[in-house]
């Protein structure tokens, strides 16, 4: 199936590993032309060459903090004019509710809330100008179903999730979408965090963990970032522009609601 993206331009965030490598790369072999951004400079540089002689698409591979406004001033100025934009940042890490500091929840906001929402505000209407545009923010099956020791990455996705609604309705008839891709467990660096982390409060081993981590996931494996970024790329086609204001969980079936 042809997406309808070839010659179009992406920013996406987070991008040099993990699931926003996975969506650059989805967005790549359909022929987008990408921006993408990460903090450490030898990753996201290997990161543009490896896609760009993959997929023989223009990668511009920015080092910078994307929750910084001057990280957003950088990657918006080597694309001020986006066709898509894929938000994505590193999650709050997990604790204990007691423990969090107002601090805590303020970085939380910074990194999930505040940076997703100054660069929607910056792109989405130039999109509705042009007449195309689609906007994915990777957040988490948190949204649907709150994660335990996970409370400050709960909060600000569910609000992130409410900030954008009406939003995406207002833009869809400009033909610009805005949805939210919402992760369950995929073979990332997270993952393992959070791997490591279960093995201390246990006391089992990293097989038994992963063993039982597996065994609450109907398809009874982890999520892989290319099939991640698959589901990603086609909420960006051309097909999908009756697709707005979702929360599309990629959980392997994990999240036991109807709705």
Same mark, same amino acid.
């Given at each position: 199936?042809?997406?309808?993206?070839?010659?179009?331009?992406?920013? /996406?965030?987070?991008? !040099?590993?993990?699931?926003?490598?996975?969506?650059?790369?989805?967005?790549?072999?359909?022929?987008?032309?990408?921006?993408?951004?990460?903090?450490?400079?030898?990753?996201?540089?290997?990161?543009?060459?490896?896609?760009?002689?993959?997929?023989? /698409?223009?990668?511009?591979? #920015?080092?910078?903090?994307?929750?910084?406004?001057?990280?957003?001033?950088?990657?918006?100025?080597?694309?001020?004019?986006?066709?898509?934009?894929?938000?994505?940042?590193?999650?709050? +890490?997990?604790?204990?509710?007691?423990?969090?500091?107002?601090?805590?929840?303020?970085?939380?906001?910074? *990194?999930?809330?505040?940076?997703?929402?100054?660069?929607?505000?910056?792109? #989405?209407?130039?999109?509705?100008?042009?007449?195309?545009?689609?906007?994915?923010?990777?957040? !988490?099956?948190?949204?649907?179903?709150?994660?335990?020791?996970?409370?400050?990455?709960?909060?600000?996705?569910?609000?992130?999730?409410?900030?954008?609604?009406?939003?995406?309705?207002? !833009?869809?008839?400009?033909?610009? &979408?805005?949805?939210?891709?919402? +992760?369950?467990?995929?073979? &990332?660096?997270?993952?393992?965090?959070?791997?490591?982390?279960?093995?201390?409060?246990?006391?089992? *081993?990293?097989?038994?963990? /992963?063993?039982?981590?597996?065994?609450?996931? +109907?398809?009874?494996?982890?999520? &892989?970032?290319?099939?991640?970024?698959?589901?990603?790329?086609?909420?960006? !086609?051309?097909? *999908?522009?009756? #697709? &707005?204001?979702?929360?599309?969980?990629?959980?392997?079936?994990?999240? +036991?609601?109807?709705?």
């Amino acid at each position: 199936m042809d997406l309808g993206l070839k010659g179009r331009t992406a920013i /996406v965030c987070a991008a !040099s590993k993990g699931l926003g490598r996975g969506c650059a790369e989805a967005l790549a072999a359909e022929g987008v032309n990408l921006v993408i951004c990460a903090r450490t400079k030898p990753d996201i540089e290997a990161a543009a060459r490896d896609i760009a002689a993959k997929y023989g /698409v223009k990668v511009t591979g #920015i080092a910078t903090d994307i929750t910084t406004e001057a990280g957003r001033r950088e990657v918006l100025a080597a694309c001020p004019n986006p066709d898509i934009l894929v938000t994505n940042a590193a999650g709050p +890490p997990a604790g204990d509710f007691r423990n969090f500091t107002l601090d805590d929840w303020r970085k939380a906001a910074e *990194s999930n809330f505040f940076t997703p929402i100054a660069l929607i505000q910056a792109t #989405i209407y130039g999109m509705m100008e042009r007449g195309f545009g689609r906007i994915v923010n990777i957040t !988490s099956a948190s949204v649907k179903a709150p994660i335990p020791a996970l409370e400050l990455s709960n909060g600000v996705r569910a609000g992130l999730t409410g900030a954008v609604a009406t939003l995406a309705r207002t !833009s869809a008839k400009h033909n610009v &979408t805005v949805n939210n891709l919402l +992760p369950g467990q995929h073979e &990332t660096d997270r993952l393992t965090s959070i791997i490591g982390n279960n093995i201390k409060k246990s006391g089992k *081993s990293e097989d038994e963990v /992963v063993k039982d981590m597996k065994a609450r996931i +109907p398809a009874n494996r982890f999520g &892989t970032a290319a099939e991640f970024g698959h589901a990603c790329a086609f909420l960006c !086609s051309a097909q *999908s522009g009756f #697709i &707005t204001g979702q929360n599309l969980v990629a959980d392997g079936g994990a999240y +036991p609601g109807t709705l």
